[in-house]
């Protein structure tokens, strides 16, 4: 059973967490809720990654960034060598064509 301080909105669970209400609007305040950015002009907000280590979106989808040959597009480093550009696993697993549209459709937001 859902505690009473809980609600669904869409497909969204909205739980009240029992924290001050502005700690919401401050990062880093362990709120348990994520800022998470939208993908609208996500294709012109370049170089991705925490460290920005790839310039496009292409380059974030590639399946060799994550290879420890792999010569970063973005930042490269202090060292400037090769080095893996850990992150998210998500597409790259696709096939190229996938990988194709999925960046065409980012495009276009």
């Known amino acids: ?3 009473r301080s809980t609600r669904i909105t869409g497909l969204i669970a909205a739980d009240t967490l029992g924290v ?3 700690y919401i609007l401050q990062t880093r305040k362990s709120t348990g809720y994520y800022k998470v950015p939208s993908l609208k002009g996500v294709w012109h907000r370049g170089p991705f990654g925490h460290d920005g280590s790839t310039a496009t979106l292409e380059d974030w989808l590639d399946p060799a960034r994550i290879k420890p040959d792999y010569v970063p597009t973005g930042f490269k480093g202090y060292d400037g060598k090769t080095r893996s550009v850990p ?3 998500f597409g790259l697993r696709l096939s190229l064509a996938e990988r194709k549209e999925l960046i065409a459709f980012l495009n276009t937001l």
């Open 1 to 3: 059973m859902r505690p």
């Open 20 to 22: 001050d209400p502005r």
């Open 87 to 89: 992150g998210h696993m």
